[in-house]
């Protein structure tokens, strides 16, 4: 099957070399035939078009196979294959199978780092946050079935003196935590760990969680857009979007593994953030309040605080159904979280009036 679909976009290759070549002529202003641009070679062609293929065949281990047939196909189409399979697992695909998607997504991207030489570091050195470490974990953690809270304080240090610009903060141990349970291997864990404080999680704590401001203005422009009217109850109410987002954004969802250790609704956001970074947990957030929409209207502000809080423990995440599946088993998210996020960050103009997201 795979044979038939590559012979048919051989075919068509012709169109997308026409394509690079015109769009080399257009940036150099030389007419070359060569396929130069961005270091793209002739059989590029091919693996672009499979790449494009993929989401219309329909089993994975035909997409996986597709890997094996040569290392430009691999180095091509990796990072789509398995995005596609996250996509399409359906809600009750063991943790087991997703943690093997999830690393075989990351693959290359994760970070070579010596971790015996850092765990025989962090039994001699001192860093200060030892304190602030095991209160962290003692609080959060310590109850939680399978999950060694010591490994957990090492692995904390062991971050804290690889990455002594930021070394620890609040939240990081959620974080750490549910990958240990998750991936069920302490290297393996620090690793995914050390990739994704290195690309995303150290941006936004950095000087102080300076860059939070963005994210409430961000989460604030889309209840506006997509959700006026409990836009407009949070605004009567006084709820700054401060006073519920900050723990879900801080940790991933993952401090709601504490009350609830195996949740699909967890796994599938979980699914989203590894293939969408941030913009997957701002869809998660509008998701979640568009689901509980007509409750929270009826809410005055210490009852939404009190609502928002206890979310970790509702059924959205603890619901075992396909009823809260993001995508039904099917690859199709909901409207929710299809949605085109319009802002990003602060406008110019709000940039220069310094608008805060309480006043959004």
């Not at 062609?45 to 219309?56: F, H, Q």
Request: aromatic fraction near 12%; proline fraction near 4%; include cysteine.
């Amino acid at each position: 099957y795979m044979g038939d679909v590559v012979k048919l976009l051989e075919r068509h290759q012709h169109v997308r070399d026409a394509e690079l070549r015109s769009l080399y002529a257009r940036r150099t202003g030389r007419k070359d035939k060569r396929l130069l641009l961005s270091g793209l070679k002739p059989d590029d062609g091919v693996v672009w078009a499979v790449k494009k293929s993929l989401a219309y065949i329909d089993s994975n281990r035909e997409r996986v196979n597709a890997l094996a047939v040569s290392k430009a196909w691999n180095v091509g189409l990796h990072r789509k294959v398995y995005k596609i399979a996250l996509l399409t697992l359906p809600l009750q695909t063991p943790i087991d199978k997703r943690r093997c998607i999830w690393l075989a997504y990351l693959g290359r991207s994760l970070p070579d780092v010596d971790f015996a030489k850092l765990r025989a570091a962090a039994a001699s050195e001192k860093t200060g946050y030892e304190e602030l470490i095991e209160m962290d974990v003692d609080r959060a953690l310590d109850t939680i079935p399978d999950l060694d809270s010591r490994v957990v304080k090492e692995m904390l240090q062991m971050y804290s003196l690889h990455n002594k610009n930021l070394s620890y903060c609040q939240g990081m141990n959620y974080v750490l935590g549910y990958l240990v349970i998750a991936l069920k291997d302490e290297q393996l864990a620090f690793r995914v760990f050390v990739h994704l404080m290195d690309t995303y999680l150290f941006y936004l704590v950095r000087d102080d969680f300076a860059q939070m401001k963005t994210f409430y203005y961000t989460i604030d422009r889309l209840v506006v857009i997509f959700l006026p009217d409990l836009a407009a109850h949070f605004k009567a109410e006084h709820l700054d979007t401060s006073c519920y987002a900050t723990s879900w954004i801080v940790t991933i969802f993952t401090y709601c593994f504490q009350h609830t250790p195996k949740s699909y609704f967890l796994e599938q956001i979980w699914d989203l953030f590894l293939l969408y970074g941030w913009r997957a947990v701002f869809q998660v957030i509008l998701y979640i309040l568009t689901v509980n929409k007509e409750h929270l209207l009826t809410l005055k502000f210490e009852e939404l605080l009190k609502f928002l809080a206890d979310i970790p423990r509702s059924e959205l995440f603890t619901n075992r159904t396909v009823e809260f599946s993001l995508n039904g088993g099917e690859g199709d998210p909901p409207r929710e979280l299809q949605i085109c996020l319009l802002y990003t960050s602060p406008s110019p103009r709000d940039r220069q009036k310094s608008r805060m997201p309480s006043s959004a």
